[in-house]
């Protein structure tokens, strides 16, 4: 059974300002979600419903089978009784209080008995690594500390259900990653249902079971992170994917028995689909991520290096052929000169291959260069 369900559910704020469209989400028990998406895209306003902080305008949600919001039916559960969690941004842990009584307090609240109180904050601090600074006080805790205080505190009343928004934007680069492991390994501990939201798409890509992409208040695409950067359901998800980003080439199609002959700008490519699909002349996008352009010698076109940025592992390129900019990865320690000549090829059959209007996917395939 689904731990979340949420149906044609539609927020608008005053009349003309929608920030969630008509959204159907299911979140099975034990998921690691994801809402990702950029700024104004409804992220923060979806958690708030499913919290029962927002109240819908229309449509209906459900946890763990309960009706706790209809428009229709006039049902709305208080955030206390649908036995979530929350994780926000400022996350202010009281500043009078000691560790210890920050995360007993809300048990206390709860009428919890003094002894299961006791066994419940030794165990999650155990769990979050905070057991050494259980007397200190919140300003003697490093920001990494007292988020996983905050975290401890969230998690002490074992919500089975844990809604996140950007709980680790106020860290620096290190302790976020620190902390997207600790969130991690708390999940795979737990076994609840995370809710996250972010709008850094690498974050989501590392740390969810599935990621719910969402533009304007409208889902894009709902599947797990490696599916949704390999086979993005349109122009926005492949762009909003990945760093650097995808290739696009706006190219001319001509049907060719099972493959279809690209006429790009300055090269032409044979696409052929890795299962075969009808394809009529006509506009297309072709998608191509930077580390399926292949840098090597025996290729045929040709790029002119206008930036190289070595990382050690790998070098991010940018190469211009006459006025298109292609971004590669070479793989490797190298560096390349600026303003030296480069071939580039292409292998594989993860390319992809968008229709112009709609800007949908329509299929992924390899690639032959033709001429250039
Ligand atoms: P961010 O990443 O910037 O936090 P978000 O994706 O979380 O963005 P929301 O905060 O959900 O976006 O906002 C969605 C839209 O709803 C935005 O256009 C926002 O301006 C609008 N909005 C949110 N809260 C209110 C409010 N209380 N009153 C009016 N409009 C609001």
Redesign the pocket.
């Known amino acids: 059974m689904p731990t979340i369900r949420l149906e044609k559910i539609t927020k608008k ?2 009349k003309d ?1 929608i ?1 969630v469209n008509q959204m159907d989400l299911e979140i099975k028990d034990g998921e690691f979600v994801s809402l990702l ?1 950029p ?8 958690l708030r419903m499913i919290a029962g902080l927002e109240t819908p305008t229309e449509g209906e949600i459900y946890i763990d089978g309960e009706l706790v919001f209809s428009e229709e039916k006039g049902v709305n559960l208080s955030p206390d009784k649908r036995n979530v969690g929350f994780l926000f941004q400022n996350y202010a842990l009281w500043p009078h209080m000691t560790v210890y009584k920050n995360i007993s307090f809300g048990l206390e609240n709860m009428k919890w008995d003094k002894s299961k109180i006791d066994a419940r904050v030794n165990e999650i601090c155990e769990t979050m690594r905070i057991k050494e600074y259980m007397n200190r006080y919140p300003a003697e805790l490093s920001g990494g500390q007292q988020q996983r205080v905050a975290i401890a505190r969230t998690l002490a009343p074992n919500p089975r259900i844990l809604l996140m928004d950007e709980p680790l934007s106020n860290l620096d680069a290190k302790l976020r990653n620190d902390m997207r492991a600790e969130l991690k390994r708390l999940h795979m501990t737990t076994k609840a249902t995370f809710v996250y ?1 972010t ?1 850094d798409q690498s974050e989501a890509m590392t740390l969810s079971s599935k990621v719910c992409l969402m533009k304007e208040g409208v889902v894009q695409q709902y599947c797990p992170p490696l599916q949704l950067y390999g086979e993005p359901a349109n122009l926005f998800c492949a762009d909003f994917m990945g760093n650097p980003s995808m290739n696009f080439i706006q190219c001319h199609g001509k049907a060719y028995g099972d493959s279809i002959d690209l006429n790009c700008k300055h090269f032409a490519v044979r696409f052929t689909p890795n299962h075969p699909i009808d394809l009529n002349d006509g506009e297309y996008v072709l998608g191509i991520r930077p580390e399926f352009v292949v840098v090597d010698e025996k290729c045929s076109i040709e790029g002119r290096v206008i930036s190289s940025l070595p990382s050690g592992m790998e070098t991010t390129l940018s190469l211009a052929v006459n006025d298109v900019t292609f971004s590669a990865v070479a793989f490797g320690s190298i560096d390349f000169a600026m303003d030296s000549i480069i071939h580039f090829g292409f292998s594989g059959d993860r390319y992809v291959l968008f229709d112009a209007s709609s800007t949908k996917m329509i299929t992924l395939g390899s690639l032959e260069v033709l001429n250039v």
């Not at 700024?39 to 979806?46: A, D, L, M």
């Open positions: 704020f005053g300002s920030a998406g700024s104004g895209c409804g992220k923060t306003t979806t939201v709008h």
